[in-house]
């Protein structure tokens, strides 16, 4: 099931979405929240006629680096050992269609396509055989980086959760399974011109590895994301352009770049 969060007329609702293609795909609007027991209503609406919201409203945004080797090489980093986690702030996450604001203390914005894990309920210490149990589903993010102040600064506060700068979406993808999440088609376009281009079977670490390692140290709660890092051909974004990524199984998400007013 391919779940949306959305507003139509000032109400903010989750629904199922249904169909398959794009211009005729509708959304059966959820009777309470997807992370309990729901029913659908049955009232469906067209998703041509609501705004898509970020599919969840996480408390915190775990993300993983360096956890692809082509794209820790294309910046000289290392791999590392173990996972490396930082954390985006809830305030840096917008949807599908949500325009990414070009920091105005940087001059260097970055995309990352990345595969989402939404976690669906709470947990703490997750054994390794347990983790399909606590995940809700999957979406796409764009680990949006400003690379100058990320380098300038060392630490990553600033260049990777300034406002805007965890775009997720389309929907939440609940009927991957664990294996086939860990080898999807993860691809991103800047204007249409690919720029990224790989498998989520590349992950030096795997979805298991970082819900283990993360788990080990705090509790995550339902609607909490974990990014599992982005394959090599990171680049520049300018004002204007219109970012895509695009992960098999799950949709595509799309924002364009603004300049901060």
């Not at 000032?10 to 992370?35: H, M, R, S, T, Y």
């Not at 006629?49 to 910046?75: C, I, W």
Request: with cysteine; net charge negative.
């Amino acid at each position: 099931m391919r779940i949306a969060r959305f507003s139509i007329d000032g109400n903010v609702a989750f629904g199922a979405v249904e169909g398959e293609k794009q211009d005729e795909l509708v959304l059966d609007i959820i009777k309470g929240i997807p992370f309990a027991d729901f029913e659908l209503s049955g009232t469906k609406v067209p998703l041509s006629k609501v705004r898509l919201l970020p599919p969840v409203l996480p408390n915190k945004v775990v993300a993983f680096g360096r956890n692809y080797a082509e794209h820790a090489k294309e910046l000289g980093n290392e791999v590392p050992d173990a996972p490396f986690a930082f954390f985006k702030p809830s305030t840096s996450v917008i949807g599908s269609g949500d325009e990414i604001q070009y920091p105005s203390f940087s001059e260097e914005l970055h995309h990352e396509a990345e595969l989402a894990v939404v976690i669906g309920r709470l947990c703490r210490e997750v054994p390794r055989d347990r983790v399909k149990d606590v995940i809700f589903g999957y979406t796409c993010a764009n680990d949006v980086t400003a690379r100058d102040v990320q380098r300038r600064e060392k630490q990553w506060a600033r260049a990777k959760g300034f406002d805007t700068a965890c775009p997720l979406g389309p929907w939440v993808e609940t009927d991957l399974d664990l294996a086939a999440a860990s080898d999807l088609t993860i691809q991103l376009t800047v204007n249409g011109e690919q720029r990224q281009l790989g498998r989520t079977s590349e992950m030096i670490h795997s979805i298991e590895d970082l819900i283990v390692n993360i788990s080990e140290a705090m509790t995550l709660l339902p609607g909490d994301v974990i990014l599992t890092g982005t394959p090599a051909g990171v680049g520049p974004l300018h004002v204007g352009d219109e970012v895509a990524v695009t992960i098999e199984g799950i949709g595509t998400l799309t924002n364009k770049v603004v300049k901060r007013g």
